[in-house]
């Protein structure tokens, strides 16, 4: 506060000078520019072919270093912060050179650089700009999602530099000269400058266009249309003699100049309509005669060219005012072309490179407008029409589609004297103090400031103007903040104005003023101007009222005889001193003042009102007026308050008291209150700035009676009164005799508006009591509402202040007379009664009907909000809230109206339709959306705010998981809101400390660091597995950058030489499972990591050394004894790089330079980086790559990069059908180029990825074209030099598999597929047969058989049956299609089973599973049913021991059936239930998995076949590690273990491989991951599972390894991990979830113990956190998955809150510490037994802590505080188990309030109110309903506190009518005059009891009642409760005995 005061000793309105110079002229002297630096190389070469053409390079040399002298510019702007909020500081942006600076600060500090910029030549201009993006692909759509980006644009002679504040920038080269740049609310607008001898060359020729737009910094620049009335044809903007000066933003308009006519116009701007575009492109289309047609196309073709040389310079509008001189087509502007902002460096070599032929000299030659009108013919010779070259590509042309257009909306009128150079320097939009805008343009030639009313229409379509007001000015600027602008008139004077009325003189101290004159044209300075009259001939007629009491002080002059003699002569008087010369770079109030003399000072021009309470006066008073009084009284207002100066120190509401009360008519100097009202007495109480008196002459007289009174010599004396004393109690009233009345003057300016000014600061006195900081305002505005009723004989107002402030109201006080008779007008909405409420809230509660309360828009929004929400909460009407023209609410407004018509309806009654808890939520949320916020409840009076605490509290307890933030936050869930801010893990919580946790294993540090798993999230997998050590155990299992140990005994008979070679051949044998650790490796890490983008992403090596004991001797492959297989390791690498790379996140920030930054610098590593793409692809962040390092990499013809890009970007593509990623794969396929294509030789490997690339970019698509080809591709015959003909089974596969992809899951729905016969060819394909002609163009190349593979002409089914049997089961994936399934049926003769081979029946029994999808039961039963009948009965059992022999059977074939077709039906059963860890089919699957293993070392295992168990193991294996995915489970963890070990005879590669896939999934992601069973995701699976594993690292012949990978398509991340909201860890928490119902089960619900893998989401109903430790917390899956999925993608963090008093489950495990545990034992026997130290366990909340130390710890000379002390203890206690510590401060208040009660010390009754709500609330019916429908308890206050309140202030107040208190009611009710002693007392029994006021007594006629039910009778309709009339039935009866008892 103490700066307002100061600023306002020095003020006559301007304050707070200072000298003001820009802050960049400064900076400009030491920042490093062009001069000092050394000449650039590069400037953009735009430059170098510099204006003329003909200077060329050397020119534009000159230009830089020849430095010219400084022209600099700046401009301000109201400061805004990044994110767009509102700020304290200026901005500048100054610029001078080539420098531009952009700087912040304000008065309190200091400026600072924000940005600075250099660029290559000097800046024309700079301004800030805002371009939106919007979100839609349409831009058609305004309102769509719009992200704005704030930029500065800097322009340039030839191009424009735009950065925006988040760092990206861009330069745009203009295609023309740009005369100006504006900024507009859709991006940026050029000028063309229009040089003078472009004059029309012939006459039919077109103008060009003068106005362009460019949207966005990489959008074109295309020309702006103006809109012709009412059609929907539209023209370029091509007048010359059309210039901009002025745009704003909202309303979008701009204003022009036309400099033939002297007009200025105002246009409105907006977006081009669709349907406009089009006319202008057809009528582009149409003109020019046809010879001309020719001449125009040969333009566009020929500008065409060069933009697709992508010349920069060559934008169409430079060249086409030359060629222009022939063709007359209006299409030429549309032409499309881009500027395309490329690199200086792009943009010298590009320049350079010939267009076409005859045109290549113009892509150097810079055009310009002026460097043609010399010679025209040289052009059209060279554009003559004959050329061939441009008539052949003339249909490419484009058109340039125009962005915004304008529409006109007014134009100045028209007066004969105009001057010819009239264009407006100065434009701004201004808005009057009632809120009406004006447009003001400053005419400088003729010394005009023109001003035009304008206003949006009805329907807000569009704006409409007034007419033309001028004001005599030589400069002006608007100041926003208080609806002004300042105007400096031609003799120097500076005026306030507000729209077109004068406010007064502003006087500048430190500045002398131009003259000592009044002297001005007008002799009135009040009037303001029409353009109808001359400037000279004053308005008195229309606007005698304006003229009084507009003052415009001069406080130069002390006395006002004065004025005439010193009449100086203005232009002497200038050339003594320095005087104001203009006004610039307005902000907010604040201006600069340029001098005459060059200097500058800066000014703060004051509020209107600074107190909260005047302020909200001032608007109600303003609302409530008609407009042009609300301006004269602001006015008044304004200078009374900034009066020259002015006694500082008193208050602004006396000052404002006085001053209404004086435009109402009051002699304030004889009303004796005002005088008193906050001086000592030695002051006078002369305060008015102005007599009250009618008379309607000028004002000087106002400022010199203020300073010759007495007073203003007292306050000289009189340094400092002392400051405002409000309270009210001390002011000694002087004894008023009754006959000393005074009467209202009644032709003062608001004498006519009294009543409705009156009960406007009324509903504002009922507003303010909504805030408990606002009891001063209230006090003092009460004061002035008791004198105002009083004069007005409001009875009914005076008994209700009595009531509020009891010792306010004394009974003998001076009134001043109102004479009715003057035109006083009663508004139609004042009411009798006094509208309360209180008493509203009240009789809600109660359920009475209650009227509509009354409430001024946007002035009394607290009642509004508090009507609405017990209208909603309580009645339980929710269309309450629903619209604005509420039941419960009339508008006051300040027209006539009809009063709202009661409705019949009663509206107390409580509807029962909803249930209170969604009432409950339907209020929070509404509550949140209208704003309202933690801090705005705590400011709201206890017993209103109950109402709505009790539904947070509601809400608390049972919170909708997806409720946007700031709802959890009123509700106080800290949880959820932390949960709607953000989703990840703290990123230092997964700091390099904890991931190496303290439980690991002590290895040394270096061999830990690279096993390539040290970035796990430790904690979060400590508190999944956290009683075993299984995490190392798998990290030991997997790492394969350690030598593995070599552990050979030597025997004796075995020389050294053979023992190396036995040593290394079992190392090599080792080596097999080492390269096979990887794949497991990258599913155990999978997306656990965010690499750090300054550094590479580290790959583990793949160590293929081993140690020996006992000398740890290094065992090396490389020593050259023994043989090794070539290329053993580059799959074995590749695999290394995958699962390098899967430990990206997905949410990681990676960009293109990045991934190609970590390319190696080594040949060996290729194979690594060709991984490490695969995996960028796999989790979605190689579509970041740019295309052109993707065709590096492809060229490179590296074919395992080939392999792992390709899959890469299919995968980050899947299903998109993506045209471009088609074309990149399609080139690798020769089944889909051209037949007539060259053949390109593709490894064979690259063409397998490339199918299978395909299938997944096109999957699910059923794309017909695809289908085709892939569908012949799995029968591609060999072809005859030996192509295609190793690992043909690899390639059929692939096409298989990409088939089904294709057509996934669409069974026999293929639309337009039914010629392809699909399934009928697949099932060819399966079982064999003749094969079928090629169709197609591909049938050429087919026609001659491989001269190496003699195949025939049937199929050869060894090839086509494994991706045939995949295809038809992907395509019938879950259709349960029986028909197709019996196909794939085990055949069940000895005869068929010859024809099969056994592998494939594994394929087989899948692929039919697979289809009928819900026949699949966890059962070995089951499993055993897809076993053919001749198969079971004569095969071998597992558990044989001895070998059966039979004749006639081949027993191997039918062991071999059986053991694959059961493996068949295990992996079908992995498929079905994948990552559901389903305790049924892991058991099914453990059986079969000890059987296979049973069997393996069992006798009868040569029967079936080693090789063959082992596959089908491996198998089983797999599927149990698919069902029970990312669990960790540990019997198949001991099972993967015991396979990890098995090293030698048949284990290789492959089977290594299985086995650690089945680890890797076991872990998946860490525990993170799950499998997904979604179509797409089996379809991943089913190539990643492909169960024939590769019998060595480099085997690809059935199945491409890098396929193993696709596994990651099918995890989702699925653990959810609950994080305590205060300590940010990880933590336990109980969880419920709920399963919907299917065929199988019944709702069910379980409830595991979080950190805890989901289901999958499509099975649950919901999931909740449950009690009681944690708040409950519900998530419902029946609105939609789309919260709980994006959670569990931003690591599954759900942020959970401990309640009070308890533990943690990691603390307690089994709950017996916990706090409530011990309390609530012994809680009945004392509630003190609740010791103050112990709240520290029930909360963190400072606040609560320091109330238990300070209030609730007893000292030891207490006495009786003791009770005190014990009573806050319970309050506390109550409050924190209850969870409702914001409770408290409402407990203190209605005990102290009860005290101060029993003191008999109220003054005053709000608290009271208060507590009687609190107990309606308690009571009322809604209340009473909601605690029988809740289960958990509700009392929200503790259920013995209310009563023993209600039972003392009962106690109190019967008291008080014993003792004596009876005569005194007795007294009021009668209305006779009370002892004041006694009056606060009776206040309180009135209000407590609501007994109605002696006026409505007496309406009833209570006279001669007799007894008691006669009285019950006749107070019905008063509504007075029973127990209040029991007490005054006594006083009323007049013979207590009579009463019933």
């Known amino acids: ?325 022939q063709s007359r087509s209006a299409s030429s502007p549309s032409i499309h072309s881009r500027s395309p902002s490329i690199s200086n460096m792009a943009a010298l070599s590009r320049s350079h490179s010939p267009a076409l032929g005859v045109h290549s000299f113009s892509g150097v030659q810079r055009f310009n407008f002026s460097s043609y009108a ?266 009374a308050y900034n009066a020259p100066g002015g006694p500082s120190y008193y208050s602004e509401w006396s000052l404002f008291v006085t001053c209404l009360m004086n435009m109402m008519g009051y002699n304030t100097e004889r009303v004796a209150w005002t005088r008193n009202l906050d001086f000592e007495g030695s002051l006078s109480p002369v305060i008015a700035p102005k007599k009250a008196r009618p008379s309607e002459t000028g004002s000087d007289e106002d400022a010199e009676y203020l300073l010759n009174s007495d007073y203003h010599k007292n306050v000289e004396s009189h340094p400092l009164a002392k400051a405002l004393c409000l309270d009210p109690l001390e002011v000694k009233f002087p004894k008023d005799n009754a006959s000393h009345k005074h009467c209202l003057d009644s ?234 801010c953000e989703g990840n893990l703290p990123k230092s919580k997964v700091s390099d400390t904890q991931m190496i946790s303290s439980d690991m294993p002590s290895t040394s540090e270096t061999e830990e660091d690279d096993d390539g798993m040290n970035d796990m999230n430790q904690e979060v997998m400590s508190l999944i597995w956290s009683e075993d050590l299984r995490l190392q155990e798998v990290r030991r299992l ?112 990676i960009d293109s330079a990045w991934i190609v930054y970590n390319k190696p610098k080594n040949a060996e590593l290729a194979n690594e980086y060709a991984g490490f793409l695969m995996a960028l692809g796999l989790n979605g962040h190689l579509t970041k790559l740019a295309t052109l390092n993707m065709h590096d990499y492809l060229t490179k013809g590296h074919e395992m990069t080939s392999i792992g890009l390709m899959l890469g970007v299919s995968a980050a593509k899947l299903g998109t059908m993506n045209m471009s990623v088609t074309r990149l794969l399609s080139i690798h396929i020769p089944a889909l180029l051209p037949p007539t294509s060259t053949e390109l030789d593709v490894p064979h490997n690259v063409q397998v990825a490339a199918v299978i690339g395909i299938g997944l970019v096109y999957q699910g698509t059923a794309h017909r074209h695809t289908a085709e080809v892939l569908l012949s591709e799995i029968g591609r015959p060999p072809g005859p030099e030996m192509e295609y003909c190793t690992d043909r089974e690899s390639y059929s596969l692939a096409a298989g598999l990409a088939l089904g992809m294709v057509c996934l899951g669409h069974g026999s729905n293929l639309i337009g597929m039914s010629d392809l016969n699909v399934p009928e060819q697949l099932y060819q394909y399966m079982v064999g047969g003749h094969r079928r002609f090629q169709t197609g163009m591909h049938r050429e190349k087919h026609k001659s058989p491989s001269y190496q593979i003699k195949e025939g002409d049937t199929i050869n089914v060894d090839v086509t049956c494994p991706g045939a049997t995949l295809a038809l089961a992907m395509i019938y994936l879950k259709t349960n299609n029986r028909s197709i399934a019996d196909w794939l049926r085990a055949p069940d003769t000895m005869y ?100 296979f293993m049973k069997c393996l070392s069992s006798a009868t295992a040569s029967i079936a076949g080693h090789y063959n168990l082992e596959t089908c193991l ?60 979604s179509n797409s995701s089996i379809a991943a699976l089913l190539c990643a599972l492909y169960p024939h594993f590769p019998v060595h690292s480099t085997d690809n012949r059935y199945h491409l390894q890098a396929l193993r990978h696709l596994y990651v398509l099918a995890a989702e991340p699925r653990l959810l991990v609950p994080v305590d909201v205060d300590t940010e860890t990880p933590c336990y928490a109980l969880l419920e979830v709920t399963y919907k119902a299917t065929q199988w089960y019944e709702e069910t619900t379980e409830e595991p113990m979080a950190p805890t893998l989901l289901p999958e989401l499509h099975l649950l109903k919901q999931i909740r956190v449950k009690g009681p430790r944690y708040w409950e917390l519900l998530i419902d899956l029946s609105k939609g998955t789309h919260h709980l999925k994006s959670i569990l993608s931003k690591d599954g963090v759900l942020y959970v809150k401990l309640r009070a008093g308890q533990l943690s489950y990691k603390e307690d495990p089994m709950g017996w510490r916990s706090l409530l545990a011990q309390t609530v034992t012994h809680r009945n026997a004392d509630a003190r037994a609740f010791k103050p130290e112990a709240i520290s366990a029930f909360t963190s909340d400072p606040a609560l802590l320091s109330f238990a130390d300070y209030f609730c710890k007893p000292a030891a000379n207490m006495g009786q505080k003791q009770e005190m002390f014990g009573l806050f203890s319970s309050i506390l206690y109550e409050c924190v188990t209850q969870e409702n510590p914001e409770m408290l401060p409402a407990y203190i208040a209605i005990d102290q309030a009860v005290r101060r009660l029993e003191k008999r010390e109220m003054t005053e009754t709000f608290d009271l109110w208060q507590i009687k709500l609190v107990l309606e609330f308690f009571n009322s019916r809604s209340h009473q309903e909601r605690m029988r429908k809740t289960s958990h308890p509700g009392f929200f206050m503790n259920s013995e506190f209310l009563p023993v309140m209600k039972c003392s202030i009962d106690n109190t107040l019967d008291q008080w009518l014993q003792a004596g208190g009876d005569v005194c009611l007795h007294s009021y009710l009668s209305g006779q005059p009370t002892d004041e002693s006694q009056l606060s007392m009776l206040a309180c029994f009135l209000i407590y009891h609501s007994v109605p006021t002696p006026g409505q007594l007496l309406a009833g006629g209570l006279e001669g009642r007799r007894s008691f039910s006669e009285l019950l009778l006749k107070f019905k309709p008063l509504k007075m409760p029973v127990r209040a009339l029991l007490r005054l039935a006594p006083l009323l009866l007049g013979n207590p005995q009579s009463m019933v008892s």
């Open 1514 to 1573: 491996s198998v089983v294996l797999l599927s149990l590690s698919m069902v029970m995915a990312g669990s960790g489970n540990l019997k198949v963890l001991q099972l993967c273990r015991f396979m990890h070990k098995k090293t030698g005879g048949e284990m290789n590669y492959g089977f290594h491989m299985a086995h650690h896939m089945a680890l890797g999934l076991l872990f998946l992601g860490g525990g993170r991951y799950s499998l997904s069973t």
């Open 1 to 325: 506060m103490s700066n307002i005061y100061e600023e306002r000793v020095t003020m006559i309105a301007a304050g707070d000078l200072q000298e003001f110079v820009p802050f960049g002229r400064d900076h400009c002297k030491h920042h490093p520019n062009a001069l000092n630096l050394q000449l650039r190389q590069l400037q953009p070469a735009s430059e170098i072919w510099s204006s003329d053409g003909a200077a060329g390079l050397v020119g534009s040399l000159q230009e830089v270093t020849i430095h010219e002298k400084h022209k600099e510019s700046w401009q301000l702007r109201k400061g805004i912060s990044d994110i767009g909020e509102e700020v304290e500081y200026d901005e500048e942006l100054y610029v001078a050179g080539n420098m531009v600076i952009w700087s912040r600060g304000s008065k309190s500090q200091a400026s600072a650089v924000y940005k600075a910029f250099t660029v290559d030549s000097p800046v024309l201009q700079a301004l800030w700009c805002d371009f939106t993006i919007p979100q839609d692909k349409s831009d058609k759509i305004e309102d769509s999602k719009q992200i704005v980006e704030k930029c500065i644009c800097m322009l340039q002679s030839s191009c424009i530099n735009i950065h925006s504040i988040e760092g990206k920038d861009f330069t745009a080269s203009l295609p023309f000269q740009v005369a100006n740049v504006w900024s507009t609310k859709y991006g940026l607008l050029f000028e063309r400058s229009s040089s003078s001898h472009e004059v029309p060359l012939s006459p039919n020729r077109e103008p060009l266009p003068t106005m362009f737009s460019m949207l966005h910094p990489l959008n074109e620049i295309t020309p702006m249309v103006s809109g012709l009335f009412g059609s929907s044809r539209v023209q370029y903007v091509a007048d010359y003699s059309m210039r901009i000066v002025f745009i704003n933003a909202e309303p979008s308009i701009l204003m022009t100049y036309d400099a033939t006519q002297s007009l200025h116009t105002v246009w409105a701007l907006r977006r081009v309509k669709p349907e406009e575009q089009n006319a202008v492109l057809r009528f582009s289309e149409q003109g020019g005669t046809p010879q001309h047609v020719a001449t125009s196309t040969s333009f566009t073709v020929h500008l065409r060219n060069l933009s697709k040389g992508d010349s920069p310079m060559a934008s169409p509008f430079q060249n086409y005012s030359s060629i222009h001189s």
């Open 747 to 980: 032709t003062t300016l608001l004498f006519p508006h009294i009543p409705a000014i009156f009960y406007v600061l009324h509903l504002i006195y009922e507003e303010l009591k909504l805030n408990c900081l606002m009891g001063e305002g209230i006090r003092s505005l009460a004061v002035l509402l008791v004198q105002l009723a009083r004069d007005l004989n409001l009875e009914a107002y005076l008994d209700y202040y009595y009531r509020d402030y009891p010792i306010l109201v004394k009974t003998s006080r001076q009134t001043c007379i109102i004479d009715p008779v003057c035109g006083m007008q009663h508004p139609t909405f004042f009411s009798v009664e006094p509208p309360s409420i209180f008493q509203w809230l009240s009789s809600c509660l109660k359920g009475e009907s209650v009227a509509p309360y009354p409430y001024l828009p946007g002035i009394c929004e607290r009642s509004k909000l508090v009507v609405l929400s017990v209208a909603l909460y309580i009645l339980g009407d929710e269309r309450a809230v629903l619209n604005e023209a509420s039941n419960y609410l009339s508008k006051i407004t300040s027209g006539p109206r009809k009063q709202p018509t009661e409705l019949e309806e009663p509206r107390g009654s409580f509807r029962h339709s909803t249930s209170a808890s969604s009432l409950a939520e339907k209020l929070v949320l509404w509550m949140t959306s209208v704003g309202f916020t933690l801090r705005d409840l705590e400011s709201l009076p206890f017993g209103v705010a109950l109402p709505i605490r009790d539904a947070i509290y509601h809400c608390r307890q049972q919170p909708a998981s997806d409720w946007p933030e700031a709802v959890c936050l009123l509700i106080g869930r800290q949880d959820l809101s932390k949960q709607a």
């Open 1392 to 1491: 068929l089973l010859d024809f099969v081979k056994p592998e494939f029946l594994l394929l087989r029994t899948l692929a039919r599973c697979l289809i009928l999808w819900n026949d699949i039961l966890p059962s070995s039963k089951w499993i055993d049913s897809n076993v053919p009948q001749i198969v079971r009965e004569n095969s071998v059992s597992l558990h044989a021991t001895e070998m059966p022999s039979s004749e006639d059977l081949n027993l191997e074939t039918l062991a071999q059936a059986h053991v694959y077709i059961m493996a068949g039906a295990c992996l079908a059963l992995g498929f079905r239930f994948a990552g559901s860890e389903n305790l049924a089919a892991f058991n099914c699957l453990f059986a079969f998995a000890k059987d």
């Open 374 to 639: 010399q010679s025209p013919k040289r052009h059209s010779a060279c554009h003559s029409p004959s050329s061939a070259t441009e008539s052949f590509l003339a249909p490419e042309t484009e058109l340039i589609v125009p962005e915004l257009c304008i529409d006109h909306l007014w134009t100045e009128p028209f007066t004969t004297m105009r001057e010819k150079n009239s264009q407006a320097s100065k434009v701004f939009i201004t808005t009057d103090l009632c809120g009406q805008k004006f447009l003001c343009y400053l005419v400088e030639s003729q010394l005009q400031l023109r001003c035009v009313k304008f206003q949006q229409s009805n329907d807000m379509s569009q704006l409409i103007f007034g007419t033309v007001t001028n004001i005599p000015a030589k400069d002006a600027a608007p100041i926003e903040s208080i609806d002004t602008m300042l105007v400096l008139e031609g003799n120097g004077n500076l005026v306030l104005f507000t729209g077109i009325v004068r406010v007064g003189k502003v006087f500048i101290p430190g500045l002398l003023a131009p003259s000592l004159t009044m002297s001005n044209q007008m002799p009135r300075p009040s009037t303001p101007l029409d353009s109808v009259n001359s400037p000279s001939k004053p308005l008195n007629k229309h606007l005698g009222l304006l003229d009084e009491g507009m003052l415009s002080p001069v406080p130069e002059l002390r006395d006002s005889s004065k004025l005439l003699d010193s009449y100086i002569d203005d232009c002497t008087f200038q050339q003594l001193t320095t005087f104001v010369h203009s006004v610039r770079d307005n902000v907010q109030n604040r201006v600069t003042l340029e001098l005459s003399n060059g200097s500058m000072v800066r000014i703060t021009i004051p509020e209107v009102a600074t107190s909260e309470l005047v302020k909200r006066c001032l608007q109600g008073i303003k609302y409530i007026l008609p407009k042009e009084i609300d301006v004269q009284m602001l006015v008044r207002w304004y200078n």
């Open 1038 to 1149: 997997l790492q394969s950058a350690h030598p593995v140990r070599v552990n050979v005994i030597q025997m004796p008979e075995v020389s050294d030489h053979e023992y190396i070679e036995e040593k290394e051949n079992r190392l090599l044998q080792l080596c097999q499972r080492t390269m096979a650790l990887p794949l497991g490796r990258g599913m155990f890490t999978l997306f656990s990591y965010h690499p750090v983008p300054t550094e590479p992403l580290p790959i583990p090596k793949l160590n293929l050394t081993g140690r020996a004991p006992p000398r740890n001797t290094t065992v090396d492959l490389n020593s050259g004894n023994i043989d090794v297989p070539p290329n053993m390791a580059c799959w074995a690498n590749f695999h290394n790089g995958v699962a390098a790379g899967l430990k990206i996140a997905p949410a990681s920030q």
